[in-house]
């Protein structure tokens, strides 16, 4: 990465996964019978980097003629199907800005996810098991008038690992991850397009960033400044879902983003691509013998968070 114009913000310009290169590595996973071993087997160098760092880019996975197939069907599934308006929905311009369970709805949108380059850095941290729980497509409109500060700092689950304030995983063993989200992208992102901004090695902190920064352009984690996912269509960036991250802020000419997210999952998290109210194991009178919230909560009925909002 080179430092952009912005406040000495990072900009991710180069490649900081590089999965061309395979050594011995024991950080990563191998699942045998359900069960995690650590492995020294033969993984790409962008493992360790998405492990050390919480987040990267691969360049030029899929090219201009597979982009531009992709993103036809992807418009293709927008006019017919309508806005599911999920709880994340808070306007009507908001909830239009997505289409989910896209593997369902397009042949291109399967075959994407399953692309060997992202695989090859998934599956030694997730397992060869690994699968997805949400697959969403975003198209972000033009201009900032729907989000002019971006979004805030956030995490997407976890921490998986909480700690106190000022504690770090130690560097000697492998951080544990259990999700990953990947934007495919359909178009080039720039500085002022609003791109994803990730706080390297933030996901090491065990921590939710702090609720009155949450804004904060200047943040750092240790010292480390924000990198800007700048990118060009058929990149794929990676980003663990405990790494502080947020949405730069869009400028009044911004291109806008489209994207598809999709997020990869251990074996053991169960799929959220339609709400459990829509998809669950519960019997119909057991659902009318669970009159509390907690009693709905615990036979899995909960209520929509990120993966599923």
Do not use: K
Not at 20 to 39: E, K
Not at 93 to 99: D, I, K, S, T
Not at 219 to 241: C, K, M, N, Q
């Amino acid at each position: 990465a080179r430092r952009g114009d912005r406040a000495g913000i990072a900009v991710a310009l180069v490649d900081p996964l590089r999965p061309a290169h395979h050594s011995g590595n024991p950080s990563m996973l191998r699942r045998i019978d359900s069960l995690n071993y650590p492995s020294d087997g033969p993984a790409p160098d962008a493992c360790r980097e998405l492990e050390q760092d919480g987040h990267g880019i691969l360049r030029q996975v899929f090219t201009a003629d597979e982009v531009a197939a992709l993103r036809d069907e992807i418009d293709g599934i927008y006019r017919p199907v309508p806005p599911e308006m999920r709880d994340s929905a808070i306007s009507p311009e908001v909830g239009a800005m997505y289409r989910y369970q896209m593997f369902n709805h397009g042949a291109r949108c399967q075959a994407a996810i399953a692309h060997r380059r992202i695989l090859d850095v998934l599956e030694p941290l997730l397992g060869t098991d690994c699968h997805v729980i949400a697959c969403t497509a975003w198209r972000n409109p033009p201009g900032n008038a729907l989000t002019p500060n971006g979004l805030q700092w956030h995490v997407d689950g976890g921490p998986f690992v909480p700690m106190l304030e000022g504690v770090r995983w130690p560097a000697a063993i492998a951080f544990p991850i259990f999700v990953v989200a990947t934007h495919l992208y359909l178009q080039d992102v720039g500085p002022d397009d609003g791109p994803t901004a990730c706080l390297p090695g933030s996901h090491r902190g065990g921590r939710v960033p702090p609720v009155e920064r949450c804004w904060d352009l200047d943040l750092e984690f240790d010292g480390r400044r924000p990198v800007l996912h700048t990118v060009r269509a058929g990149d794929v960036d990676f980003r663990i879902s405990d790494v502080w991250h947020r949405r730069w802020p869009p400028g009044p000419n911004a291109r806008g983003r489209y994207f598809l997210q999709t997020n990869y999952v251990r074996r053991d998290i169960a799929q959220r691509v339609l709400p459990t109210a829509q998809v669950h194991h519960v019997a119909p009178a057991a659902i009318e013998r669970a009159t509390t919230d907690r009693e709905r909560r615990l036979l899995g009925l909960h209520p929509q968070s990120y993966f599923d909002a």
